[in-house]
């Protein structure tokens, strides 16, 4: 069911509260980016355990620009906790085309959901760029908990070529987490007429 009602404090509230979750739920996961082995790992257990609380948000998601929000505020979060401009950009971008592909299925398509969340976690890529662009001026701020062996070790995981690898994994396991978390949410996609 579409709207042409503008977002509401109730909208943003619910983008709040949902973005605050999720970026926790993302932080929690990312520990296991202090084993630089573990670091392409990141591309597959953040879309994937972040599908179940973005599913959620998808239930209450009825007008344009919400999920823009969302992906924006998650980019914002990313660049803040030392990430670089990256995540902020491509929050913003897939945000917007996450947007879009939601409202093309009037926000109850399921499908469009699970399209539109795998869309939007390629924001999680923008974490990766720099590492590809110039690993040694992405340590160079980072000395303090990066030593020498950890720097060595993750330019050695994080080749040129993992970079499509890295962007198909987070779209992939963006559309896996989308099904798995409405699968464990049918009761609430039903409520919300999203089928």
């Not at 990312?30 to 179940?52: D, K, R, T, Y």
């Not at 913003?92 to 969340?117: E, N």
């Amino acid at each position: 069911m579409q709207t042409q009602e503008r977002i509401n404090g109730k909208d943003l509230i619910n983008i709040g509260i949902y973005a605050a979750i999720y970026c926790v739920v993302m932080t929690a996961v990312a520990m296991i980016g202090f084993i630089p082995v573990c670091m392409p790992l990141l591309a597959v257990l953040c879309p994937l355990v972040g599908g179940i609380t973005m599913m959620l948000f998808y239930t209450k998601v009825k007008k344009f620009g919400m999920i823009t929000i969302m992906g924006t505020i998650i980019g914002l979060f990313l660049m803040v906790t030392g990430m670089g401009v990256w995540p902020a950009v491509f929050g913003f971008v897939f945000g917007l085309l996450a947007d879009f592909i939601a409202k093309s299925g009037g926000y109850a398509s399921a499908k469009k959901c699970t399209l539109s969340y795998a869309t939007m976690c390629l924001t999680i890529f923008g974490n990766y760029i720099p590492l590809y662009l110039n690993i040694d001026e992405y340590f160079s701020t980072r000395q303090s908990f990066a030593g020498t062996d950890y720097v060595t070790t993750l330019a050695s995981v994080m080749q040129p070529w993992t970079a499509p690898l890295i962007f198909a994994a987070c779209f992939a396991f963006g559309a896996l987490g989308a099904v798995l978390g409405q699968k464990l949410l049918k009761k609430h996609f039903e409520k919300a007429g999203v089928a």
